[in-house]
């Protein structure tokens, strides 16, 4: 696609519940991250895929945050027996990397997560 | 680790009138210095970066940044403020050689009087 699409846009979820966020990147790109943001406050790392190598996960917050990647393609997070501090906004973004990390980044428009 | 700050949290100011939004970063080197801008209902856009060479970026919509070493800057200016421009910005920095990854600053909301 053009751009890096995200779903759902929103979620409505109760505490205790699982969820499936989705992202797909854009076409070629080899990098691929999660972010968190919560109201009022920056963005947080989640978890980077670059291509065949191991994800960093240095960023996950809990054990109950997962994520997986098929390839260079789709990525799922999910964020199990969600708590109402799991309430944010995950965006999604991807590069190409061909030129290292000065490469762009281009960003979803993230899903909005809230947990009742 | 590297860190940001972005010491104003909401910036008011009129339509055509100068802009100046700050950002401080630490980081043992010279790093790799971002501006992005987030607009209600839209995902991030990259304003201009900073990797190397001069020290005075360009970037879109107007936008400039000046890389600062002394004093750990990259503080984002306008000349002249368009209404469009109310959204909230973010400074990020990258490592050099640490993958990817960007550590932003918690924002700053742009609001801009008619």
Not at chain 1, 34 to 51: D, P
Not at chain 2, 89 to 100: D, P
């Amino acid at each position: 696609g053009a751009g890096v699409s995200q779903s759902p846009s929103n979620k409505v979820t109760e505490k205790g519940k699982d969820v499936e966020l989705r992202c797909d990147p854009i076409s070629g790109h080899t990098a691929l991250y999660w972010y968190r943001q919560r109201l009022g406050q920056g963005l947080e790392f989640l978890i980077y895929f670059q291509g065949n190598s191991a994800p960093d996960k240095s960023g996950l917050p809990s054990d109950r945050f997962s994520a997986e990647r098929t390839g260079e393609s789709v990525s799922t997070l999910t964020i199990q027996r969600t708590q109402q501090e799991d309430s944010a906004v995950y965006l999604c973004a991807s590069t190409s990397q061909r030129r290292g990390p000065t490469d762009t980044i281009y960003f979803g428009e993230g899903s909005w997560l809230t947990v009742v | 680790a590297q860190s940001v700050t972005q010491p104003d949290i909401h910036i008011t100011v009129s339509e055509g009138a100068s802009l100046e939004l700050r950002c401080n970063y630490s980081y043992g080197a010279t790093p790799y210095l971002f501006w992005y801008v987030q607009s209600p209902g839209q995902g991030l856009q990259l304003l201009l970066k900073y990797f190397s060479g001069d020290t005075l970026v360009q970037g879109i919509k107007g936008f400039e940044a000046e890389f600062k070493r002394s004093q750990s800057s990259f503080n984002l200016r306008k000349p002249s403020v368009h209404w469009s421009d109310a959204a909230e910005y973010f400074c990020a920095v990258g490592a050099r050689g640490g993958g990817n990854k960007l550590t932003f600053g918690t924002g700053t909301q742009l609001k801009v009087e008619l």
